[in-house]
């Protein structure tokens, strides 16, 4: 199947600094990308769509601004929690939809996720 | 109300057990639908598509009744190894290509 990685796979960092999440497909092209968050004992929840070359579109109660998204190739998405503080404390995971290119189908594949601790 | 309901649980059953687990949705201009699994602190895996007609895929059974807005999966000969949380996901297939998920019922099978 697609593979979706995701870099780093944990990251602890102090309250008041940005870090960046990285999100690729490996072996297709995905021309939308979506990043979710899930808290402990919670489902996901959708956070925000992504597409190359365009604007990201945030869900309702996201702050676009403090969740910034950049989708600069079809391969790659970076999630940017800026100036983190205890409670953005999460596991982040983004998925890859391949739009039907590459024999992949219309599937959303996710990747691994980034378990992110702000300390 | 959510989009997607589904039993949190615990479902707790032997090795061995049948288990069902149900799932409702409210948006009836939902077109795709899927059971996903998910391991602790993993990322939720496809477990199976579900379809009108309803599938099956080796003990993993799934059905759905687009009148009552209902989705379920059927675990015959549970395993030690699907224990798990159940995700039921729902795709709206607008140009959006949103996956909406449940909040996922979990699944313990004991020996």
């Known amino acids: 199947g697609a593979v979706v990685s995701q870099h780093p796979s944990r990251v602890i960092c102090k309250s008041g600094t940005s870090v960046k999440i990285e999100c690729r497909s490996l072996?297709?092209?995905?021309?939308?990308m979506f990043w979710y968050r899930q808290f402990p004992k919670q489902s996901l929840m959708l956070m925000a769509t992504?597409?190359?070359?365009?604007?990201?579109?945030?869900e309702q109660g996201v702050e676009k601004d403090k969740f910034l998204i950049n989708h600069a190739s079809l391969t790659l998405s970076t999630l940017t929690v800026t100036s983190a503080h205890p409670e953005d404390s999460s596991f982040y995971i983004c998925?890859?939809?391949?739009?039907?290119?590459?024999?992949?189908?219309?599937?959303?594949?996710f990747g691994p996720g980034t378990r992110l601790t702000v300390l | 109300r959510k989009e997607v309901e589904q039993d949190p649980g615990p479902f707790n059953v032997p090795e061995g057990a049948t288990v069902a687990f149900n799932c409702t949705y409210s948006?009836?201009?939902?077109?795709?639908f899927f059971w996903y699994r998910q391991d602790c602190r993993k990322e939720p895996k496809l477990l199976m598509s579900?379809?009108?007609s309803g599938n099956e895929d080796g003990r993993f059974t799934a059905q759905l009744n687009r009148a009552s807005q209902y989705i379920s999966l059927l675990i015959r000969d549970s395993k030690l190894s699907d224990s798990a949380t159940y995700l039921c996901?729902?795709?709206?297939?607008?140009?959006?290509?949103?996956?909406?998920f449940g909040s996922g019922t979990r699944l313990l099978v004991r020996p």
């Open positions: 998925s890859a939809r391949s739009g039907g290119s590459g024999g992949k189908g219309d599937t959303q594949y």
């Open positions: 072996d297709f092209q995905a021309t939308t």
């Open positions: 992504s597409n190359e070359g365009s604007k990201a579109t945030y």
């Open positions: 948006n009836s201009a939902s077109q795709s």
């Open positions: 579900v379809y009108s």
């Open positions: 996901v729902v795709n709206r297939m607008d140009s959006s290509y949103k996956l909406i």
